[in-house]
């Protein structure tokens, strides 16, 4: 049984940082990339960054690039979303998830084989 598990989620006031963590079982992942997406009621689930399984090339994407910084520690089978100067529009459930392509790109909805439930940020303004 494969699961990931989101954790570091919470409420900040803006310009205040967050680190979330999400952490696979049931297999290693050392050899996928992983990355996290977002998601807010009635729009469509939004790609934030992923990170190759090399854990040095990085894809972020421009609404949070120079914020957000995406790591992983394969130690520990676990993905880090670091995030900085939060926005309210930032106010998401984020999620994690793992690609069986081993480089960073650009994902989209359909691209990850495993998901996290997810972990609520909300940042006030």
């Known amino acids: 049984q494969v699961q990931l598990v989101e954790s570091g989620g919470g409420s900040v006031q803006a310009g205040g940082s967050l680190r979330l963590s999400c952490t696979g079982s049931?297999?290693?992942?050392?050899?996928?990339?992983m990355g996290w997406f977002r998601q807010v009621p009635g729009k469509e689930r939004e790609f934030v960054a992923s990170?190759?399984?090399?854990?040095?090339?990085?894809y972020v994407e421009d609404s949070v690039k120079g914020r957000f910084t995406i790591s992983r520690d394969d130690a520990k089978n676990t993905v880090y979303l670091q995030m900085n100067n939060l926005k309210s529009e930032d106010t998401a459930v984020y999620y994690c998830?793992?690609?069986?392509?081993?480089?960073?790109?650009?994902?989209?909805?359909?691209?990850?084989?495993?998901w996290g439930q997810g972990t609520q940020v909300t940042v006030s303004s």
């Open positions: 998830a793992t690609d069986r392509n081993p480089s960073a790109w650009r994902w989209t909805p359909g691209t990850p084989e495993y």
């Open positions: 049931g297999r290693s992942f050392r050899l996928d990339a």
């Open positions: 990170i190759a399984r090399d854990g040095r090339s990085t």
